[in-house]
């Protein structure tokens, strides 16, 4: 005797939620437990901030909490007489040259790695990963050295190298991810409209990687502008130094004129945030697109 199974009923929209504990929504969490830990937060962060702000505006001598009368006599001082005029033009030209370089090679690099396959492939990705675990100062004697027999002491041109070095290898893994991302299909479909490899990857792929681009770029900028080793080993005359050097030069071991390097200080950090202000949300894209597995 064969027997029919009837389905079991179906669960319907309007069924009730099994009974339990109900797990409080984002929107029903108190405010203060938001405000709170944010309050205490920026009040961390920003304090040394206006610390820096107070000894740069104050006169000085003077011991007020709030800087008034306002004088910016310490600007004047740190740009002429410290000679930061100097310095700011000199990490501008090393800034701008290994964002230049980074972005090329880290470009051509992260190409190569994304859409080509070769012996030793994995090798070569782990010895990228593996080299930004070796401090630069390891290496300062070796490419000192390097250098010397070159008769690149006491020129930028180290410098720029020496940074674009170091910046190579994370920035060619996040090109090669971020360009992994663009469909293949889209070379190809330039290729059988006549473009050779060049040119399809000018018109097709270049424009996609924007993003990627910006942020390789900028992360290669900041951290030539505030990197103080290399600038401090490789570059003795006093007219190629750069900001963190000669922010350097402001403290001594009998005083320090804490007012000058306030104000050096707010010199130093004022393109950093200008040009992270005008990139954040391409910074965020580049990096989150290119932090992808290969």
Not at 205 to 217: H, K, N, S, T, W
Not at 219 to 246: C, E, R, Y
Not at 261 to 266: R, T, V
Request: charged letters at 15%; a positive charge.
């Amino acid at each position: 005797m064969i027997t029919e199974i009837a389905p079991a009923p179906e669960r319907t929209a309007a069924e009730p939620a099994r009974p339990g504990r109900r797990r409080r929504a984002w929107n029903e969490v108190p405010r203060w437990q938001i405000y709170l830990p944010l309050t205490v937060y920026l009040l961390f962060t920003l304090i040394p901030f206006y610390w820096i702000l107070l000894f740069a505006l104050r006169p000085a001598g003077s011991t007020s909490l709030v800087p008034w009368p306002m004088t910016f006599e310490h600007f004047e001082k740190v740009w002429t007489e410290r000679s930061f005029g100097t310095y700011f033009a000199n990490s501008v030209y090393v800034g701008l040259a290994t964002l230049v370089l980074t972005t090329v090679v880290a470009l051509a690099g992260g190409y190569a790695l994304a859409r080509f396959d070769f012996r030793l492939k994995r090798g070569f990705m782990l010895a990228l990963l593996c080299s930004q675990f070796v401090p630069g100062a390891l290496l300062l004697v070796p490419l000192f050295q390097i250098f010397a027999e070159l008769r690149m002491i006491n020129s930028l041109g180290s410098v720029i190298i020496a940074e674009t070095v170091f910046q190579l290898p994370l920035s060619m893994i996040l090109i090669s991810g971020f360009i992994r991302n663009v469909p293949y299909s889209l070379e190809e479909a330039a290729w059988v409209d006549g473009c050779n490899r060049l040119t399809a990857f000018r018109i097709v792929v270049l424009p996609l990687l924007r993003p990627g681009l910006i942020a390789v770029g900028s992360f290669a900028f900041v951290h030539a502008w505030n990197h103080f080793l290399f600038a401090l080993m490789f570059l003795s005359d006093q007219g190629k130094q750069t900001i963190p050097v000669g922010l350097n030069t402001l403290m001594s071991a009998d005083s320090v004129d804490l007012g000058a390097l306030a104000a050096g200080g707010i010199i130093a950090a004022v393109p950093v945030v200008i040009v992270f202000a005008f990139i954040q949300k391409w910074l965020i894209t580049g990096f989150s697109a290119g932090a992808v597995k290969g």
